[in-house]
């Protein structure tokens, strides 16, 4: 082959190898694979990452409600420790680190632990009393730290304290209150109650409280059974009701009003200044209350107390430094001893059998020191009746109608216990204890104390300082009030 002819057949091979390879670059059958495979990536890219971000939105989600639990755990903690605390004696007050400690019923698992330090001041300063308390050891205030823990063990675990420190004041004998009734209290017509330190002066009852025009608690009111407040009636505290509660007008509470069993209804311009929790539903409730509106929830029924039970102990009586040698089964002898005892020594007046010992027309009674009046029938003030101190130093008057009288029944009104028009109290503080009817009307007055009757109705412009009085045989310290100074979260702690 001569050479001509070679260069010519490798330029002909060199163009049909470049031409093939053109026709190789060109070829598009392997182009829609790699598209495929490419889309695939990216595609799996963005799974796994919205994967994760869903994954880490749902943890966070979790530990934000676990956070929220745990916050109301510590705060049920503190509410549990506070209830216990009001009906617990002395020597058995839950005392020191772990002193509540309770799981609650849910799941993930929540449980609260609650540590309680006591003080013999108010506020409380140096250091804390010994655990456990003794008889004699009364405590002034505490400072209660709760941790909630809710998710316990697992990722989603959280833990938040909560704090609150109270005052104490001790609650005798179940004599506590400054008033109580078993059966039904009617507040009417500018009544107002007074604490003895800071809003203390509570109201209890077993049966229904109706609270009208412009009566103004200062404390907190405890209704086993259904409550009406309406026009200015006033509560500066707590309102605990078992059943149903019915706000018009300008009622107000001044912190939290719950309702155990049944529902809540606000209208006109009554308010809450804190929080509202109804069983069923908190009607007229939106803009009303000022915190949380809580419907559908149960809570606990407010802390039960029986009827206390006074009975005529002469040696208790005689006990306390009082002279119990003036018995009389007439009820006009009886009214003209205790005109003016004549003597500056504790008395004791005891009535028995039943008879009605009534004073009115401008009449007083001096008042040298301590007088105890216990009868078995009726007490009953009107027309300007005056009981006042004969020295110008504070003395107590006590006016018990005993359990027992009532017994027998009351309706016949022969144990009953009436003050009305324009009796007064003056420098003198009174107890009045009746198992029947108690009746406060028109301008009643005085240094204060305390009100116990089976039914109390009370109106018109009536005053009320609440002092817990010593009752001979029935003074033991049966657990104490907590008036909350702050309760507020805190960095949570190891306890």
């Known amino acids: 082959m001569s050479g001509e002819e070679g260069r010519v057949m490798d330029a002909s091979s060199g163009q049909g190898w470049w031409t093939g390879l053109r026709a190789r670059m060109h070829d598009e059958g392997g182009v829609a694979l790699i598209t495929a495979l490419l889309i695939t990536m990216v595609l799996a890219s963005i799974a796994v990452s919205i994967v994760g971000l869903s994954f880490h939105d749902s943890q966070a989600s979790g530990l934000d409600r676990s956070r929220l639990e745990a916050v109301d755990a510590a705060e049920g903690g503190l509410n549990v420790t506070l209830s216990s605390i009001a009906h617990t004696p002395t020597a058995s007050l839950p005392c020191g680190p772990g002193s509540v400690v309770q799981s609650l019923s849910s799941s993930p698992p929540v449980e609260f632990r609650v540590k309680v330090l006591y003080y013999a001041t108010f506020p409380p300063s140096g250091s804390p009393m010994e655990c456990p308390l003794t008889v ?140 509202a929790t109804a069983a069923t539903t908190c009607t007229g409730c939106t803009g009303r209350v000022a915190g949380a ?69 401008n009449t007083t009674i001096n008042v040298r020191q301590d007088l105890a009046i216990i009868t078995d029938g009726s007490i009953a003030t009107a027309n300007q009746t005056t009981f006042r101190s004969a020295d110008g130093s504070p003395h107590v008057v006590y006016l018990i109608i005993p359990t027992s009288a009532g017994d027998a029944g009351c309706s016949a009104g022969t144990h009953n216990l009436a003050i009305a028009n324009n009796t007064n109290f003056t420098n003198v503080k009174v107890f009045v204890y009746s198992p029947c009817t108690v009746s406060f009307n028109n301008n009643n007055n005085g240094l204060g104390g305390q009100i116990f009757g089976g039914t109390v109705f009370i109106t018109n412009q009536f005053a009320l300082q609440f002092e817990p009085l010593f009752i001979a045989g029935a003074g033991v310290v049966t657990g104490y009030n907590s008036d909350i100074a702050f309760m507020r979260e805190i960095t949570n702690s190891n306890d």
């Open 136 to 275: 004699t050891s009364r405590p002034a205030g505490a400072v209660l730290t709760s941790k909630g823990i809710a998710g316990k063990g697992s990722q989603l675990e959280a833990r938040r304290s909560m704090q609150t420190q109270v005052k104490m004041t001790p609650i005798f004998g179940s004599f506590g209150q400054a008033i109580f009734s078993d059966l039904g209290l009617s507040l009417g017509n500018n009544l107002t109650v007074s604490g003895d330190e800071g809003n203390d002066g509570n109201l209890y009852t077993n049966g229904n409280w109706a609270c009208n025009n412009n009566s103004l608690i200062n404390g907190s009111v405890y209704v086993q059974g259904s409550t009406s407040m309406s026009n200015s009636c006033s509560v500066a505290q707590d309102l605990l009701v078992n059943g149903a509660v019915t706000m018009t007008q300008s009622a107000h509470v001044g912190h939290d009003v719950a309702s155990s069993t049944a529902g809540i209804t606000m209208s006109n311009s009554s308010t809450v200044t804190h929080n």
């Open 293 to 361: 509106i809580t419907a559908s929830h149960v809570s606990p029924q407010p802390p039960y107390f029986p009827f206390p039970i006074i009975e005529y102990d002469a040696f208790a009586w005689q006990a306390a430094g009082f002279d119990i040698g003036h018995i009389y089964s007439d009820c006009n002898a009886a009214k003209t001893f205790i005109g003016d005892v004549g003597s500056a020594t504790k008395t004791v007046v005891r009535i028995t059998p039943a008879c009605a010992l009534a004073w009115g027309q």
